[in-house]
């Protein structure tokens, strides 16, 4: 069974820095989907960046961006110049396509607080 | 606004009542699904279907009980739960069960029971 790991239960930046949230997994897959979640405070799961495995080429998206290590099961998340809104838990989520259905795998999140 | 609509936003009910939650999806899915977000623990995948036919029940007692119409609406009608069963309640929705394509999500159901 496919897990996921996110290591750091809380973080805290200042405004306007850098911040990065690890996360790995386990699998045997060869062929996956990797995602991140924002969820802020009373308000909905929205996705930040997706990756495919077959992909070398990190993703990217505005300030967000991942570091893919494929051979070392680690997707983290890169948030440029973090804002305030920003602040929110995020998610690391797995999934395959391999057993015929889309099941995504969370990991326990990362609760992300931006201080002005 | 959100593609995914759950109601209610909040909902406090006693162990031995009956009620449901909605979920609308305006998206034009076809595949549905139902997740418990309890607090500090992963969200838990409960039901999958597609095209409105149930795909994955993850072992999910039987006082959670699922209906799909249509690929439009998603109920979780609740009954005798328990008071581990409070959590927030989240439906999703994407293009099919065997797309790439990444899920959305509506805003939960936050369930508390007494």
């Known amino acids: 069974a496919q897990t996921v790991t996110q290591s750091q239960p809380e973080m805290s930046v200042q405004e306007a820095e850098t911040v990065t949230l690890s996360c790995t997994y386990d699998?045997?897959?060869?062929?996956?989907?990797l995602f991140w979640y924002k969820q802020p405070p009373s308000r909905q799961m929205i996705l930040v960046i997706r990756?495919?495995?077959?992909?070398?080429q990190n993703a990217t998206e505005n300030r967000f961006s991942v570091n893919f290590q494929k051979a070392a099961k680690s997707f983290s998340l890169k948030i440029s110049d973090s804002q305030l809104g920003d602040t929110a838990m995020y998610f690391c989520?797995?999934?395959?396509?391999?057993?015929?259905?889309?099941?995504?795998?969370f990991g326990q999140g990362t609760r992300l607080t931006i201080n002005p | 606004e959100t593609g995914v609509t759950q109601t209610p936003r909040h909902l406090v009910m006693g162990m031995t009542n009956k009620k449901s939650l909605k979920c609308e999806q305006h998206?034009?899915?076809?595949?549905m699904y139902w997740y418990k977000q309890s607090a500090k623990k992963p969200l838990e995948l409960m039901f999958v279907?597609?095209?409105?036919?149930?795909?994955e029940n993850n072992s999910v007692p039987s006082r959670f009980s699922p209906e799909c119409p249509n690929s439009s609406h998603l109920f979780l009608h609740l009954h005798t739960l328990q008071p581990e069963d409070s959590a927030l309640y989240l439906c999703?929705?994407?293009?099919?069960?065997?797309?790439?394509?990444?899920?959305?999500f509506g805003d939960g159901t936050r369930l508390s029971i007494l």
């Open positions: 989520a797995f999934m395959n396509l391999l057993q015929g259905a889309q099941k995504l795998v």
């Open positions: 699998t045997s897959e060869s062929n996956y989907y």
């Open positions: 999703a929705s994407s293009q099919d069960r065997i797309s790439n394509q990444p899920q959305h």
């Open positions: 990756q495919e495995a077959y992909k070398q």
């Open positions: 998206l034009g899915h076809n595949a």
């Open positions: 279907y597609n095209f409105k036919e149930q795909t």
